[in-house]
Protein backbone atom coordinates (compact mmCIF):
# COMPACT_ATOMS: atom_id res chain seq x y z
CA UNK A 1 0.00 0.00 0.00
CA UNK A 2 1.41 3.64 -0.96
CA UNK A 3 1.24 6.33 1.59
CA UNK A 4 -0.12 9.74 0.28
CA UNK A 5 2.16 12.36 1.06
CA UNK A 6 0.53 15.69 2.75
CA UNK A 7 0.06 17.39 0.17
CA UNK A 8 -1.78 14.88 -1.93
CA UNK A 9 -4.54 14.53 1.54
CA UNK A 10 -4.77 18.11 1.51
CA UNK A 11 -5.81 18.03 -2.62
CA UNK A 12 -8.17 14.73 -1.71
CA UNK A 13 -9.84 16.62 1.61
CA UNK A 14 -10.08 20.17 -0.84
CA UNK A 15 -11.76 18.08 -3.71
CA UNK A 16 -14.13 16.68 -1.23
CA UNK A 17 -15.06 19.61 0.57
CA UNK A 18 -15.53 21.10 -2.84
CA UNK A 19 -18.43 18.26 -3.86
CA UNK A 20 -20.34 19.53 -1.01
CA UNK A 21 -20.67 23.52 -1.21
CA UNK A 22 -23.69 24.97 0.41
CA UNK A 23 -27.38 24.85 -0.15
CA UNK A 24 -29.15 27.27 2.33
CA UNK A 25 -27.65 30.69 1.31
CA UNK A 26 -29.86 32.64 1.69
CA UNK A 27 -28.33 35.27 -1.41
CA UNK A 28 -28.36 38.47 0.74
CA UNK A 29 -24.44 39.38 1.79
CA UNK A 30 -25.13 38.18 5.28
CA UNK A 31 -21.65 38.81 6.87
CA UNK A 32 -21.49 34.92 8.19
CA UNK A 33 -22.76 33.41 4.97
CA UNK A 34 -22.60 29.40 4.37
CA UNK A 35 -20.73 30.31 1.11
CA UNK A 36 -17.89 32.86 3.39
CA UNK A 37 -17.74 29.68 5.90
CA UNK A 38 -17.81 27.23 3.00
CA UNK A 39 -14.65 28.84 0.95
CA UNK A 40 -12.57 29.44 4.16
CA UNK A 41 -13.02 25.93 5.05
CA UNK A 42 -10.92 25.52 1.80
CA UNK A 43 -8.26 28.05 2.22
CA UNK A 44 -7.97 26.42 5.79
CA UNK A 45 -7.62 22.71 4.22
CA UNK A 46 -5.59 24.35 1.11
CA UNK A 47 -2.28 23.87 2.98
CA UNK A 48 -0.30 26.48 0.10
CA UNK A 49 -1.94 30.25 2.16
CA UNK A 50 -5.31 29.28 0.09
CA UNK A 51 -4.58 29.30 -3.54
CA UNK A 52 -5.65 26.25 -4.63
CA UNK A 53 -8.59 27.22 -2.75
CA UNK A 54 -8.74 30.53 -4.72
CA UNK A 55 -8.30 28.32 -7.78
CA UNK A 56 -10.87 25.95 -6.71
CA UNK A 57 -13.45 28.69 -5.93
CA UNK A 58 -12.37 30.32 -9.64
CA UNK A 59 -13.26 27.09 -11.61
CA UNK A 60 -16.23 26.02 -9.38
CA UNK A 61 -18.24 28.40 -8.46
CA UNK A 62 -20.08 29.65 -11.52
CA UNK A 63 -22.06 32.49 -10.47
CA UNK A 64 -20.14 35.24 -11.47
CA UNK A 65 -21.73 38.14 -8.34
CA UNK A 66 -20.88 34.87 -5.83
CA UNK A 67 -17.91 34.39 -6.89
CA UNK A 68 -16.43 38.05 -7.05
CA UNK A 69 -18.20 38.06 -3.23
CA UNK A 70 -16.53 35.26 -2.48
CA UNK A 71 -13.57 36.27 -3.26
CA UNK A 72 -13.43 39.74 -1.92
CA UNK A 73 -14.28 38.56 1.33
CA UNK A 74 -12.04 35.86 1.94
CA UNK A 75 -9.12 38.44 0.43
CA UNK A 76 -10.56 41.40 2.85
CA UNK A 77 -10.17 38.37 5.86
CA UNK A 78 -6.60 37.08 4.18
CA UNK A 79 -7.70 33.83 3.73
CA UNK A 80 -5.43 34.07 1.06
Request: proline share 2%; charged share 30%; glycine share 4%.
Amino acid sequence: MIKKNTSERATEELRKALMDPPVNCCMSGCSNCVWIAYAETLAALSKDGGEQAKKMIEQHVTDTSLKAFLLTELKMRKCF
